[in-house]
């Protein structure tokens, strides 16, 4: 997907590209317990030598967590993974202050769903401490299978054919309705045309994992409904959204 700044985008999360900005916003990577089953807390140099070499090297191996209004809480691992062709690497880090929300698992979705569809990507692979039972029960509920463990890491892994898409949720876009304009933008070139049916239209979003598609529709005052916006994201036309 070539954005800079959007990569995918759930009902709660944008999951972008890092940016070299970003490390006063990082400190979650500073947060005792959240860094308790990787490495010791990190100082401001040791975010901004992160973001560098993990975020912002190419191709990236994390990507950024941000809520809906902006905030960065936390970053997704998702990358090829070495020696295994066809496997991608998930894992995340979250600021303390949002675990048990299912976050996680809303940005795990989202990130395989893509991987599947539009890298066709075989299987994905993830690993953590057997102490760190939380991260273990979002991976028995998002389907991964426990395989033999190494190097004091309990491994897990999810195969193409046991995914299964999660289900489809058309959601009613009240607020903020802009923040779809770079969609918008590609089956409709005219910004200020887009702003005046935004206002009195009535827009829906759908996603399926990540957000597939966006539609803006608009009474036509003789009992039909117009369809004034209908856009889908760069990696799934062609597949029936």
Not at 2 to 24: C, G, V, Y
Not at 28 to 42: D, I, K, T
Not at 127 to 136: I, P
Not at 151 to 168: I, K, T
């Amino acid at each position: 997907m070539e954005h800079d700044e959007l990569f995918l985008q759930t009902p709660r999360l944008n999951i972008r590209h890092f940016r070299a900005e970003d490390a006063p916003q990082a400190r979650y990577l500073a947060e005792r317990q959240v860094m308790r089953y990787l490495e010791p807390p990190f100082d401001e140099q040791r975010i901004r030598d992160f973001i560098e070499t993990r975020g912002l090297c190419q191709p990236p191996q994390v990507y950024a967590l941000c809520l809906a209004d902006g905030r960065l809480v936390g970053h997704a691992i998702f990358h090829p993974y070495p020696g295994q062709p066809g496997a991608w690497e998930l894992g995340w880090v979250l600021s303390e202050g949002l675990w048990g929300r299912g976050i996680a698992a809303e940005a795990s979705r989202a990130l395989m769903s893509y991987g599947f569809a539009a890298l066709r990507a075989e299987r994905f692979v993830a690993q953590t401490v057997a102490e760190n039972t939380a991260s273990l029960a979002v991976l028995r509920k998002l389907g991964f299978k426990r395989g033999a463990d190494e190097g004091g890491l309990c491994r897990f892994s999810l195969e193409r054919a046991g995914w299964r898409d999660p289900l489809n949720q058309m959601v009613l876009v009240e607020h903020d309705k802009k923040r779809f304009l770079p969609l918008l933008l590609e089956a409709d070139e005219q910004e200020s045309m887009i702003d005046r049916y935004l206002k009195k239209g009535t827009m829906y979003a759908l996603y399926s994992g990540d957000l597939k598609a966006v539609c803006v529709l608009r009474a036509a005052g003789d009992g039909t409904v117009e369809i004034k916006n209908l856009a889908v994201m760069p990696p799934y036309r062609g597949q029936g959204w």
